[in-house]
């Protein structure tokens, strides 16, 4: 399911790095900690059943929302309840190094997950969790008082907002560790859990009927303020194993780099101040409906013409100055979607 192996793919993703960008004044090279991780949201998941199956679906993903559209169709003359869910990624909280790219600020629904069932707005049951290897430590992390998603750059003012006695009992237990120090030297903590939640409810499916489901939310953009693609950058010593991996992952074609290196030059600042965006989508989810999807629509949407795009998928054409598609009929998922945007942010 790869592009580059793929003419018209290539034809189609070629054109949306034919556009330059203007250059500008210098800038500097990005840091580390310029750079914002992207999570991998999916779409919805079922209990298995072999009674249900995936008439249609419409995955739109835009540097701002993922939209999905899905038409299922109960097979039997009996009515059949399923539980649905929509998995939020995990987060490794314990990690204090990662700065994943949280789109909401809610602890709870941080990615603004919104579904219709039919047109019709619906309610899910939300469950979350705090878990430390097998250990769920749901139960202290909320007598605590914080939330068990401790997100945000407001986390040390919730850790300090809880009572002295509940905030020792977290750090004896390691639910808090050491997480650096304050100007004045006192130790910061951070959490040590991970962080999972899930939206579920059941669905009644009708006899011999279709359900139209449809559910967004907002695009978790993993962020860099340069890009290791640059000339300068991807020539440099020890760069070889990173660029390799960029071509592998959103299969990049030789004419990208030559798209690339038009409107970023040779030089080693990064002069035309271009901003990568990556953007994952978790395809192989949910494959618990009978036979493959019967008719798969993609639509990637990359908001400017003068933005560079590639990612893997078979059969891309270009149907607007910024949005490419892909139609497949009876497909079944067999790998995850990623999406590079390079251009000014």
Same mark, same amino acid.
């Given at each position: 399911?790869?592009?580059?192996?793929?003419?018209?793919?290539?034809?189609?993703?070629?054109?949306?790095?034919?556009?330059?960008?203007?250059?500008?004044?210098?800038?500097?090279?990005?840091?580390?900690n310029?750079?914002?991780?992207?999570?991998?949201?999916?779409?919805?998941?079922?209990?298995?059943?072999?009674?249900?199956?995936?008439?249609?679906?419409?995955?739109?993903?835009?540097?701002?929302?993922?939209?999905v559209?899905?038409?299922?169709?109960?097979?039997?003359?009996?009515p059949?309840?399923?539980?649905?869910? &929509?998995?939020?990624?995990?987060?490794?909280?314990?990690?204090?190094?990662?700065?994943?790219?949280?789109?909401?600020?809610?602890?709870?629904?941080f990615?603004?997950?919104?579904t219709?069932?039919?047109?019709?707005?619906?309610?899910?049951?939300?469950?979350?969790?705090?878990?430390?290897?097998?250990?769920?430590?749901?139960?202290?992390?909320?007598?605590?008082?914080?939330?068990?998603?401790?997100?945000?750059?407001?986390?040390?003012?919730?850790?300090?907002?809880?009572?002295?006695?509940?905030?020792?009992?977290?750090?004896?237990?390691?639910?808090?560790?050491?997480?650096?120090?304050?100007?004045?030297?006192?130790?910061?903590?951070?959490?040590?859990?991970?962080?999972?939640?899930? &939206?579920?409810?059941?669905?009644? &499916?009708p006899?011999?009927?279709?359900?139209?489901?449809?559910?967004?939310?907002?695009?978790?953009?993993?962020?860099?303020?340069?890009?290791?693609?640059?000339?300068?950058?991807?020539?440099?010593?020890?760069?070889?194993?990173?660029?390799?991996?960029?071509?592998?992952?959103?299969?990049?074609?030789?004419? &990208?780099?030559?798209?690339?290196?038009?409107?970023?030059?040779?030089?080693?600042?990064?002069?035309?101040?271009?901003?990568?965006?990556?953007?994952?989508?978790?395809?192989?989810?949910?494959?618990?409906?009978?036979?493959?999807?019967?008719?798969?629509?993609?639509?990637?949407?990359?908001?400017?013409?003068?933005?560079?795009?590639?990612?893997?998928?078979?059969?891309?054409?270009?149907?607007?100055?910024?949005?490419?598609?892909?139609?497949?009929?009876?497909f079944?998922?067999?790998?995850?979607?990623?999406?590079?945007?390079?251009?000014k942010?």
């Amino acid at each position: 399911m790869k592009a580059k192996n793929k003419p018209q793919a290539r034809a189609a993703l070629g054109a949306a790095f034919a556009c330059a960008l203007a250059l500008a004044a210098p800038m500097p090279k990005a840091a580390a900690n310029d750079s914002s991780v992207e999570l991998a949201v999916g779409g919805v998941t079922f209990a298995q059943s072999p009674d249900v199956s995936m008439e249609e679906e419409t995955l739109t993903i835009t540097p701002e929302t993922v939209t999905v559209n899905y038409r299922f169709l109960n097979q039997t003359q009996a009515p059949v309840t399923l539980n649905v869910g &929509f998995p939020l990624p995990d987060l490794d909280l314990s990690d204090q190094d990662s700065a994943y790219a949280i789109p909401g600020a809610d602890p709870v629904n941080f990615v603004d997950f919104k579904t219709r069932i039919d047109g019709k707005p619906i309610k899910f049951d939300v469950v979350q969790r705090a878990k430390m290897g097998a250990r769920d430590v749901t139960a202290a992390v909320r007598a605590s008082g914080l939330p068990i998603a401790l997100i945000g750059a407001d986390t040390q003012q919730k850790i300090a907002a809880i009572t002295p006695e509940a905030r020792a009992a977290l750090i004896d237990s390691g639910l808090l560790i050491p997480a650096g120090t304050s100007e004045t030297g006192e130790t910061l903590y951070g959490p040590a859990w991970t962080a999972t939640t899930a &939206f579920t409810r059941k669905q009644i &499916f009708p006899p011999g009927s279709s359900v139209n489901v449809e559910h967004r939310y907002r695009t978790s953009l993993g962020a860099s303020q340069d890009t290791a693609l640059r000339k300068a950058l991807r020539d440099a010593d020890g760069m070889g194993a990173t660029v390799e991996r960029y071509r592998k992952d959103y299969c990049l074609p030789d004419d &990208f780099f030559r798209g690339l290196d038009k409107i970023a030059g040779s030089e080693p600042t990064n002069t035309a101040r271009l901003q990568e965006r990556r953007i994952a989508y978790v395809l192989k989810t949910g494959a618990n409906w009978s036979g493959p999807i019967k008719n798969f629509h993609l639509i990637v949407d990359k908001g400017k013409s003068d933005r560079l795009v590639s990612f893997c998928f078979d059969n891309v054409k270009k149907i607007s100055p910024t949005a490419f598609e892909a139609k497949l009929e009876n497909f079944t998922p067999a790998q995850d979607l990623k999406i590079l945007l390079i251009g000014k942010y």
